[in-house]
């Protein structure tokens, strides 16, 4: 009996291991994002929306920021003014929105 407990508490304790991993590898790249907007590289989240509603004529309805093999890309989704949603990758250091669909 003791085994068999002592053999679920360890397969908890595996299993949620990744889930602990991904959530520190996160903390460290929203950490390294902040710097990265202090320092200057890379554009914050409100200039980011104001460039993008204003060229995509519509609303920021989510937004994740990513740092890729081409740097950190802001992913988004803007609802349009005509009801339609467009999902945009839009490069953090300048504003340029590299692609939508």
């Given at each position: 009996m003791l085994l068999s407990v002592l053999f679920?508490?360890?397969?908890?304790?595996?299993?949620?291991l990744p889930?602990?991993?991904n959530t520190a590898v996160a903390a460290d790249e929203h950490?390294?994002?902040?710097k990265a907007i202090k320092r200057g590289d890379i554009m914050s989240y409100s200039q980011i929306r104001?460039?993008?509603?204003?060229?995509l004529k519509g609303r920021v309805v989510n937004i994740q920021l990513r740092r890729t093999n081409r740097?950190?890309?802001?992913?988004?989704?803007?609802?349009?003014?005509?009801?339609r949603v467009v999902a945009a990758v839009v490069d953090a250091?300048?504003?340029?929105?590299?692609s939508t669909r």
């Open positions: 679920l508490g360890a397969t908890a304790v595996v299993s949620a889930q602990l991993v950490d390294e994002a902040l104001k460039i993008v509603q204003s060229k740097g950190w890309q802001y992913f988004m989704r803007v609802s349009k003014n005509n009801g250091r300048n504003g340029k929105i590299l």
